[in-house]
């Protein structure tokens, strides 16, 4: 495990061991799951560390502010904001740190001013296995590598959001691991920036793998190269339209790019595959997946 994780982990499990409960969820559920209706960094912390399926009960749409991040290493563990609830690291802190194999599902609910100046995931990082629907992501910055989320391990995006994040490479997600297989389906990214080398909005390494089905990624800005998407060698993008329509890619300073070069064919059942080889090597050929 990265010694970022290691350590985040480690201080924040004790923080969490000495705030008090959280509200009982409805007779008949998991003892772990909670509903929050004290709407503070404390609970929240609380209801994290315990796990299961969280949900918020705070009278109006809330945000709660966090001075550090929470650490989730309970599996599985949800959480749903309700589309009132907001996460907000008031440009001071990271948000969320995913634990190794540990299934973190968020939804309805928005991530805002994740920080972390000198490690990797603005908002989140992620070593588990983490999931993202109707989530938006926005103004947050790493000072290394994924100003929304640094993913180890596994990442599924659908109907989300990524505005206005940034870091050193990949803007809003740096997806990194081996054999890091992702998917982002009907999702927008727009104004992230990848501010030393490149991927605008995403930066993909090694030999992990990116399926895209519709959605757009507009206005995103890389300092070198690879405005949507900075593939490193042997890197995989899939890119595919679905019901919603045709996925969009338009950037400032190339669409796609890498340390090599990009081939992009279309395939008979829609399926547009992007490998980057190095050197002079043949496009990579569109397969079904």
């Known amino acids: 495990m990265p010694r970022f ?7 924040l499990l004790v923080g969490a061991s000495l705030v008090g409960p959280v509200s009982a969820a409805p007779a008949g ?4 799951d909670a509903i929050i209706t004290t709407c503070d960094e404390s609970h929240f912390d609380a209801a994290v560390a315990a796990g299961g399926d969280i949900t918020f009960n705070c009278g109006a749409p809330t945000t709660i502010t966090l001075t550090n991040p929470a650490p989730v290493t309970q599996d599985p563990t949800s959480i749903d904001g309700g589309s009132v609830i907001t996460l907000s690291g008031n440009l001071h802190t990271p948000i969320l740190v995913v634990g190794t194999g540990v299934r973190l599902s968020l939804s309805n609910i928005v991530l805002d001013k994740g920080y972390n100046q000198f490690g990797d995931g603005g908002a989140i990082a992620n070593e588990g296995n983490l999931s993202l629907d109707n989530v938006t992501i926005q103004n947050s910055i790493s000072g290394e590598f994924g100003g929304a989320i ?3 391990e596994r990442l599924d995006i659908l109907n989300s959001r990524f505005f206005d994040n940034a870091a050193g490479n990949g803007g809003a ?5 081996e054999d890091n297989r992702s998917t982002v389906t009907d999702s927008l990214f727009s104004g992230n920036s990848g501010q030393t080398l490149g991927g605008g909005a995403v930066y993909i390494e090694h030999s992990n793998t990116l399926h895209i089905a519709g959605g757009s990624m507009s206005s995103n800005l890389a300092a070198f190269d690879g405005g949507a998407i900075f593939m490193d060698a042997g890197a995989v993008v899939n890119i595919q339209s679905d019901a919603n ?6 950037q400032r300073r190339h669409t796609l790019a890498g340390r090599g070069r990009p081939g992009a064919q279309q395939g008979a059942d829609g399926y547009v595959q992007l490998r980057l080889w190095r050197g ?3 496009p990579g050929q569109a397969r079904r997946q």
Do not use: C, N
Not at 5 to 11: E, G, H, K, S, T
Not at 173 to 177: I, M, P, Q
Not at 245 to 250: F, K
């Open 173 to 177: 997600l740096y997806l990194t691991g």
């Open 5 to 11: 994780f290691q350590v985040m982990l480690a201080v």
């Open 150 to 152: 640094y993913s180890v």
């Open 29 to 32: 559920a998991r003892a772990a």
């Open 280 to 282: 002079g090597g043949q």
């Open 245 to 250: 329509g045709p996925a969009y890619l338009q």
